[in-house]
């Protein structure tokens, strides 16, 4: 089994059991990149929109006769060729960014991800972490007090105090287990996941 770093709301570190399969993975850069791209570009959304040369308002009439003026032979103002004409090549609204990667592939990234976080020691365990109110101020106190400053915090289920205190923090962003992205987990410099979290993840991932 796997030991990951588990600490208390004051930082006082122990170590507390997890799947090997999870958090103990050998570190595959090429499927972490194939995975964490395909992730941004099924993201992203096909919302522009360039106009061909039989979309653009243009005269269809020849600009000048075809011989004798020096210049080079032209059919239609609306050609690419032309300032003003139509793109050779169009930008779609329907275009399709999205990138396949198989549930396999995607689980094994994950768990890669997860793994050189514990390597790097950027990931750690807490029993719960709950506020009385939702104040923004006491989940820095919190936090600061773990030494934790930009974290990702991964819960096991929808915490509307922990959410609504962090919001107005930049470098801290709150998620629920089963919407853990690889790009947050990857671009974050702290993880904190709850022991529900851990045990969601394991169950989600096994």
Same mark, same amino acid.
């Given at each position: 089994?796997?030991?990951?770093?588990?600490?208390?709301? /004051?930082?006082?570190?122990?170590?507390?059991?997890?799947?090997?399969?999870?958090?103990?993975?050998?570190?595959?850069?090429?499927?972490?990149?194939?995975?964490?791209?395909?992730?941004?570009?099924?993201?992203?959304?096909?919302?522009?929109? /360039?106009?061909?040369?039989?979309?653009?308002?243009?005269?269809?009439?020849?600009?000048?006769? /075809?011989?004798?003026?020096?210049?080079?032979?032209?059919?239609?103002?609306?050609?690419?060729?032309?300032?003003?004409?139509?793109?050779?090549?169009?930008?779609?609204?329907?275009?399709?960014?999205?990138?396949?990667?198989?549930?396999?592939?995607?689980?094994?990234?994950?768990?890669?991800?997860?793994?050189?976080?514990?390597?790097?020691?950027?990931?750690?365990?807490?029993?719960?972490?709950?506020?009385?109110?939702?104040?923004?101020?006491?989940?820095?106190?919190?936090?600061?007090?773990?030494?934790?400053? /930009?974290?990702?915090?991964?819960?096991?289920?929808?915490?509307?105090?922990?959410?609504?205190?962090?919001?107005?923090?930049?470098?801290?962003?709150?998620?629920?287990?089963?919407?853990?992205?690889?790009?947050?987990?990857?671009?974050?410099?702290?993880?904190?996941?709850?022991?529900?979290?851990?045990?969601?993840?394991?169950?989600?991932?096994?």
């Amino acid at each position: 089994m796997m030991e990951l770093k588990l600490i208390d709301e /004051q930082g006082k570190a122990s170590t507390v059991a997890a799947s090997d399969t999870l958090f103990g993975r050998d570190y595959n850069e090429a499927l972490v990149h194939q995975v964490v791209t395909a992730y941004l570009a099924n993201a992203r959304s096909a919302n522009r929109a /360039q106009k061909g040369r039989s979309d653009v308002a243009k005269s269809t009439k020849k600009p000048f006769r /075809q011989k004798g003026t020096g210049r080079a032979r032209a059919g239609m103002a609306s050609s690419p060729l032309w300032r003003g004409g139509g793109k050779i090549f169009p930008n779609s609204p329907d275009e399709n960014f999205g990138h396949k990667v198989n549930r396999k592939m995607y689980r094994a990234g994950i768990c890669a991800i997860l793994s050189q976080l514990v390597r790097e020691d950027r990931l750690s365990v807490i029993e719960n972490l709950s506020l009385e109110t939702p104040k923004t101020k006491e989940l820095v106190s919190k936090l600061k007090g773990m030494g934790l400053e /930009q974290v990702l915090i991964v819960t096991d289920g929808f915490d509307e105090k922990l959410y609504l205190s962090s919001r107005n923090l930049p470098n801290v962003y709150v998620v629920e287990a089963q919407y853990a992205d690889p790009v947050s987990l990857v671009r974050s410099p702290s993880v904190l996941m709850t022991k529900g979290a851990v045990a969601k993840i394991e169950e989600m991932l096994a």
